[in-house]
Every structure is written in structure tokens, then in C-alpha cells.
T-cell receptor, first 114, second 112 residues
Framework: ETGVTQSPTHLIKTRGQQVTLRCSSQSGHNTVSWYQQALGQGPQFIFQYYREEENGRGNFPPRFSGLQFPNYSSELNVNALELDDSALYLC?????????????FGPGTRLTVT | QKEVEQNSGPLSVPEGAIASLNCTYSDRGSQSFFWYRQYSGKSPELIMSIYSNGDKEDGRFTAQLNKASQYVSLLIRDSQPSDSATYLCAVTFSGSARQLTFGSGTQLTVLP
């Protein structure tokens, strides 16, 4: 167990709806990264938050947005859901905003868009 | 395009054998390299990190890094059926060093 928690575990939404996923980082970690993992693929980086600021972003459209709170927990928001957004959403916790730090994943949220 | 390549497998080895998993990456300036294990339906679990050329051993696992060849590997000695999983190689590339870039994973099956 990494100490990283995510909620909810599973979620079913309809195309066009909005969703919020939540993550609590491991104790002592101040950085949260979000990844999307489609079936049979490796995780794809969405963005990272460090000290409540976005600290890097991958190739995802603006309808993917996030927040980090003073306690270092984080939210991922996805607007105008599309069928291709169906995936496992992973958050990863790490120490510091520096490069190359080890990242520890939570259990993930399985999102299904119908 | 910065890429991480892995053989998708599946790779099958008998119990007790050495499993060898390979990964190549496209950016010579990459600094940090990780191996994750992912059981079906679960999230990735970090099993090894390596930052310098050479070998790093942790129990039955050995990571090997060759930056000149842009190659990182994972050896699993005395493979057990419980090692059956997908193994993901992840790299941080220069210029985007906060994010992990993953390969698509190698599926390993250890046969009893």
C-alpha cells in the first residue's frame, strides 16, 4: 500500500457530462500527478500539481483541469465527457516538484462514459 | 517525439527461471528510469528506480541501465507465479522531467 487514496473507485457517466475525481497524497508528499490509462496501454501524463500550482501538463485538452489544496490533496475535473475518456485515472504522489522523483500510484478510478 | 518502447509480449518463463524485460527510450538526455509492476485490474506499483549507468539490485530484481545505448532492463531471478503481471518501463525525459513517460508494458507469465 502506498498511502495514496482515490475516490470514487468506479464511475459511470454519460457523454457530455462533467466528472470530478479526487486524490489524497501519501503523508509527507507535496506533489500530485494525474495519468490516464486506456486499456492495454501505459499511463499517459495529464498534469502535475506542486504547492497548489500546475507544474507541467501533457497533451490533454483544456476540458481536463485540476486543483491542489493546501493539504496537498487534489482533484481532476473533466468537462464535456467523450466516449474516449473512458479509462483508468491514476494519481501519483511524490516529494518535491523536482525532476526525476519516484512517483507512487493510488488505486485508480475507473471511469466509463456511455 | 519522445518515446519509450517495450516488447508487448507475452513473455512466458518457467517457475524458477530468470525473466528478462527490456526497454529502449528515445532521448539521450533522460535522467531517471523506473520499473512498475501492474497486476490485472490494479494500479502500477513501483518496484525499481535507477539513475546511473550499471546495475542496481533489490532482492530478486536487478535493473540495468546503459545510457549510451539508451537501454534499460529488468531481470527477475527465481521467477514465481506471483510475478505474473504487466511490467511498465517509465522514463523522465529532459525538458519534461516532472512527468513519467511510459512504455505500453510487457506481459509476463510465470508458468508453475
Amino acid at each position: 500500500e502506498t498511502g495514496v487514496t482515490q475516490s470514487p473507485t468506479h464511475l459511470i457517466k454519460t457523454r457530455g457530462q462533467q466528472v470530478t475525481l479526487r486524490c489524497s497524497s501519501q503523508s509527507g508528499h507535496n506533489t500530485v500527478s494525474w495519468y490516464q490509462q486506456a486499456l492495454g496501454q501505459g499511463p499517459q501524463f495529464i498534469f502535475q500539481y506542486y504547492r497548489e500550482e500546475e507544474n507541467g501538463r501533457g497533451n490533454f485538452p483544456p476540458r481536463f483541469s485540476g486543483l491542489q489544496f493546501p493539504n496537498y490533496s487534489s482533484e481532476l475535473n473533466v468537462n464535456a465527457l467523450e466516449l474516449d475518456d473512458s479509462a483508468l485515472y491514476l494519481c501519483a504522489s511524490s516529494l518535491g516538484g523536482q525532476q526525476g522523483r519516484e512517483q507512487y500510484f493510488g488505486p485508480g478510478t475507473r471511469l466509463t462514459v456511455t | 517525439q519522445k518515446e519509450v518502447e517495450q516488447n508487448s509480449g507475452p513473455l512466458s518463463v518457467p517457475e524458477g527461471a530468470i525473466a528478462s524485460l527490456n526497454c529502449t527510450y528515445s532521448d539521450r538526455g533522460s535522467q531517471s528510469f523506473f520499473w512498475y509492476r501492474q497486476y490485472s485490474g490494479k494500479s502500477p506499483e513501483l518496484i525499481m528506480s535507477i539513475y546511473s549507468n550499471g546495475d542496481k539490485e533489490d532482492g530478486r530484481f536487478t535493473a540495468q541501465l546503459n545510457k549510451a545505448s539508451q537501454y534499460v532492463s529488468l531481470l527477475i531471478r527465481d521467477s514465481q507465479p506471483s510475478d505474473s503481471a504487466t511490467y511498465l518501463c517509465a522514463v523522465t525525459f529532459s525538458g519534461s522531467a516532472r512527468q513519467l513517460t511510459f512504455g505500453s508494458g510487457t506481459q509476463l507469465t510465470v508458468l508453475p
